[in-house]
């Protein structure tokens, strides 16, 4: 099991944020190939960081392969697009780490 792990800062318009996300990324991400699980995590804490993060979301898929395709997919590259539609809401882009 691979995860694609996306970490966003708290944004400046958390309002603009959550609605947007739900609303029209996550449908996005929905669609992804291969896509195995999702979650999301508010986070209410963070310790040892000076970052104030806001929200953690897990993409689970079978390998670190089939995350690089469903990123190259039409679907992956939407959702990567629309990256820039949540800009308008976060002052930093997401921090993503891939993990296996």
Do not use: C, R, W
């Not at 995350?67 to 882009?93: C, F, H, R, T």
């Amino acid at each position: 099991m691979a995860k694609l792990i996306v970490i966003y800062e708290k944004p400046h318009d958390e309002e603009g944020f959550n609605t947007y996300y739900q609303s029209e990324h996550i449908p996005l991400v929905q669609k992804m190939e291969g896509l195995k699980g999702a979650s999301i995590h508010k986070v209410v804490q963070s310790m040892n960081t000076d970052l104030h993060l806001y929200l953690i979301a897990e993409l689970e898929f079978e390998s670190v392969e089939s995350i690089a395709q469903a990123l190259g997919s039409p679907e992956g590259q939407a959702v990567q697009s629309d990256v820039q539609n949540l800009m308008k809401y976060l002052n930093k882009p997401p921090i993503i780490s891939i993990t296996e």
